[in-house]
């Protein structure tokens, strides 16, 4: 009565036997005896507040930014040299785009944190991948906040 | 459909003595795996004639009985309390002797795979050790100080409500092997552990929820839970174990702020 989609057993002279089994699939990172115990600190729920903390500042940033710069008095075309020195020429936008360029960066840099640790299998490319974050995060955040504060509209 | 109570009664006695009338042809997809025989897994059809209000446990032991015992599944009571038969049914976890085949869909074949995220030994038959080293590392058990009271522990209705979802938990494995975090990462505590946990966290007898809180802020604790909401669809006993996780993590948030 039953209709086989593939045969059980293979044709060809099977590898494997009672005393001889394959080997089975183990899952990602099994948890073992030499798996750490508690790590003691409370950074992953530091972390997890932050994405929700920032998250609702963002909302309100990057909403009004995207606004202001894609959608209000006349869209993109009016975005140029004038229009940026023009807004950084307010401490307000200053402050803005600062607190924007921080919490976004380390927002998503936390949150690709997050994304390797879920996917990255070897521990080394685990580490490498997050090694490859933090030097993009660090250097991009410090490149904004110099050009946010040396900005110089007069430069020819 | 309304028949008078005497017309139903003969009806249902011709069904009776007829009894293959009710049965429809159905076809079970099973994932088999035999490390004795071949590394790869493949799926092989059985079709049988079930009765649409029997279970898939029952067609499992059906293709067992009758066509091929070397087919490999766990089962102890066949009603939904020894927790040893979650298995992936049409991609989703379930408990076979608790889904009726007439609720899935038996026109179409229905697959039967071992749960996902723990080493598959035979078949259905998965290496659990994982999970329950999870389960152990939570300290499921009362914890108290002091000496041990004359008489039984008194806890208000409330009290004993505010934690009662949490020990419906059969240990099945159902939540942890849906949880995506898990597949990838066996460290993760994952569903099941914290539920348990929370069953003690909870109860206002217990002592040892400060030790159970250190234990889950780890970094492979609930800290990695991302309310995909896997686990509270899983859960053959209808536990609401996202809100579970999550009130954990508020729990170790409150106790810090
Ligand atoms: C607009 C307002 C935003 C809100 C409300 C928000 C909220 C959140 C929250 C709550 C999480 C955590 C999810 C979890 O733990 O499961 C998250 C994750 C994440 N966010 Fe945001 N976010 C916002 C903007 C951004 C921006 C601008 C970026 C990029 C720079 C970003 C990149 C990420 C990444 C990469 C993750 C990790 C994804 C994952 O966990 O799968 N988010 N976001
Ligand atoms: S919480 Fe539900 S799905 Fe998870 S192990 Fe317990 S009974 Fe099974
Ligand atoms: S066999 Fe016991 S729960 Fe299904």
Not at chain 1, 107 to 121: E, F, P, S, W
Not at chain 2, 17 to 30: M, N, V
Not at chain 2, 154 to 162: C, G, I, K, N, Y
Request: hydrophobic share 40%; charged share 25%.
């Amino acid at each position: 009565m039953s209709a086989e989609t593939t045969p059980a057993v293979n044709d060809s002279v099977s590898l494997y036997d009672v005393d001889n089994p394959a080997p089975v699939i183990e899952p990602p990172r099994k948890r073992t005896k030499k798996t750490p115990k508690t790590t003691r600190t409370n950074f992953e729920m530091y972390g997890w507040l932050f994405m929700r903390l920032s998250g609702i500042v963002l909302v309100v940033l990057v909403l009004g930014h995207l606004l202001l710069q894609l959608v209000l008095d006349g869209g993109v075309s009016k975005i140029g040299f004038a229009f940026v020195a023009g807004r950084w020429a307010s401490p307000f936008w200053q402050v803005w785009d600062l607190v924007m360029l921080w919490l976004a960066m380390l927002h998503g840099a936390n949150g690709l944190r997050t994304v390797i640790n879920d996917y990255a299998q070897r521990d080394n490319t685990r580490f490498w991948l997050k090694m490859l974050l933090y030097t993009a995060t660090v250097f991009t955040v410090l490149l904004g906040t110099l050009v946010i504060f040396t900005f110089d509209p007069n430069i020819r | 459909m309304s028949t008078s109570t005497l017309e139903k009664h003969s009806k249902a006695l011709d069904a009776a003595e007829d009894g293959a009338s009710h049965t429809i042809t159905i076809t079970l997809r099973i994932r088999r795996f035999n490390p004795e025989v071949s590394e790869d897994a493949t799926w092989q059809d059985f079709q049988l004639e079930m009765d649409p209000k029997e279970r898939v446990l029952d067609a499992l032991h059906k293709v067992k009985w009758e066509q091929d015992g070397t087919l490999t599944f766990r089962r102890s009571c066949a009603h939904g309390i020894c927790g040893s038969d979650a298995m992936r049914i049409n991609g989703k976890n379930r408990l076979a002797c608790k889904t009726l085949l007439k609720d899935i869909n038996p026109e179409k074949p229905i697959t039967v795979e071992a749960i996902k995220g723990l080493t598959v030994l035979k078949d259905l038959v998965v290496d659990m050790e994982p999970f329950f080293q999870a389960y152990r590392d939570v300290m499921p058990f009362l914890i108290t100080t002091g000496n041990q009271p004359t008489r039984e522990r008194l806890q208000s209705a409330e009290d004993r409500e505010r934690f009662d979802d949490t020990t419906k938990c059969i240990l099945c494995a159902a939540c942890t092997s849906s949880c995506p975090v898990f597949w990838n990462d066996g460290q993760y505590f994952g569903p099941a552990a914290i539920v348990n946990a929370h069953r003690f966290i909870f109860d206002s007898r217990d002592e040892g929820g400060e030790q159970r809180l250190e234990i889950l802020n780890d970094k492979d604790g609930v800290w990695r839970c991302r309310t995909t909401f896997n686990c509270t669809d899983a859960c053959p006993r209808g536990i609401e174990v996202t809100k579970a996780i999550q009130e954990v993590k508020r729990a170790l948030i409150t106790r810090r702020f």
